[in-house]
Structures are given as structure tokens and as C-alpha cells.
């Protein structure tokens, strides 16, 4: 059984208060959460949501795509160790170390410590962005 809506009259248009706003927005950026679904629970365009989305980036200062990132160091159990051994052959390659990034909406990004700082830039914004 499909669910049918009759409208009657003139349907006009939803207002929304910026508490409303931000409340789902922020629904909609818990980790794990489909951003299209709460547009449809809330019976409406998921890029209306979107939008919201940059607003209340905008509103907390966030503008472009150059932004701060508070960076907590945390000591591996090898930190006091050189990164290459002494006795290492010269053809034994040595991996990259990984750095561990959690944002602020919960994701982890692991990435090589050799990435470039423009690609990285470039992809903790994409990964903020979805």
C-alpha cells in the first residue's frame, strides 16, 4: 500500500528557526548517519540540508576551504626510536610512518606522514564535506 498526500489550498512554504536548522544539521553530521535519510524524515530536499550545512559552517567563522585544525601529538611506542635502524640494509625500504586525524564530526582520516600538506587540505575538507 503506497502512502498518498492530498494538498488542498496553497501549500506555502516551511519556516524553519536557526535552532531547527541546527539542530538537524547536526543530526545530519553524526558519524554514520545518511544525510539524505534525515532530509526525509524531516520531509524535505536533502539539498535544502545541504545548504543549512554551509550556513552553520558559515556562522561558526568556517569560510573557503583554509582552516585551522587543532592537532593533538600523540607518542607511538616506538617514539624514541631512530626511524631507520642502523644495521638496515641500504635496499630493505623503510615504510612511512601513518598519522592518526580525528575531526570533529567523529570520522578518522589515517594517512602517510609524507602526504603533501595541499592534498591533505584537500581531503579532510572533502571528508568534512560528506
Known amino acids: 500500500m503506497e502512502r498518498v498526500e492530498v494538498i488542498t ?14 539542530r ?16 526525509r524524515r524531516y520531509d524535505m530536499q536533502p539539498q535544502q540540508l545541504f545548504q543549512w550545512r554551509r550556513e552553520v559552517r558559515e556562522s561558526q567563522g568556517v569560510h573557503g576551504t583554509d582552516r585551522f585544525a587543532a592537532v ?3 607518542a607511538g611506542h616506538d617514539a624514541g626510536r631512530a626511524h631507520e635502524p642502523e644495521h638496515a640494509a641500504p635496499d ?20 602517510l606522514e609524507t602526504i603533501a600538506p595541499a592534498a591533505l587540505m584537500r581531503l579532510v575538507a572533502a571528508v568534512e564535506q560528506a
Open 9 to 22: 489550498g496553497r501549500r506555502r512554504r516551511r519556516r524553519w528557526s536557526w535552532a531547527d536548522k541546527q
Open 24 to 39: 538537524i544539521v547536526a543530526e545530519a553530521s553524526m558519524p554514520g548517519v545518511c544525510a539524505s535519510a534525515v532530509a
Open 72 to 74: 593533538r601529538l600523540i
Open 92 to 111: 630493505e625500504r623503510q615504510s612511512a610512518g601513518t598519522v592518526e586525524i580525528r575531526l570533529d564530526n567523529g570520522r578518522v582520516l589515517r594517512v
